[in-house]
């Protein structure tokens, strides 16, 4: 590993590798969502002796997701109000301030932004106490 004498350049590299952890994480996400389809697949055909196949998978999903389990539940599954509730659900929340929306992935995405936005020439400055001050034009950014 090189050398690097810029704290700049440390916060840069720190920021590059929360990112790859970050799509690391996701991809274990889609892999372990991925696995608990099947598993509420296999849940819901194990019911199909005792319930029509419209109800097994709704209880599967209901016993796996809990509470939010209509915004995971399959469209042919549900009723047309069910399909027309969820999706009132997805527009208000997808609806106003994008930050306000967002999660932790779309906010780093907006800092990292406004970082090269205001980024310019900068000065760096340690402090007694080991905070950095960025200041760019006059104006100190942290």
Known sequence: MRKINNVEEHYELAIYYAKKHIYDLYDQYQELDSKLD???????????????KKD?????????????WLDHLPSEYM??????????????????????????????????SRVKEIKGPTRQ??????????????KELH
């Open 125 to 138: 400055k340690m402090t007694r106490d080991g905070y950095l001050i960025l200041k760019n034009e006059g």
């Open 38 to 52: 099947t598993a509420i697949y296999y849940l819901a055909d194990g019911m199909a002796e005792k319930y029509s």
């Open 56 to 68: 097994a998978y709704r209880r599967a999903y209901q016993l796996v997701h809990h509470d939010d």
């Open 79 to 112: 009723s047309d109000d069910e399909i027309d509730d969820r999706d009132n659900r997805r527009y208000q929340r997808n609806i106003g301030d994008d930050i306000a929306n967002g999660d932790y992935h779309d906010l780093m995405l907006y800092e990292l």
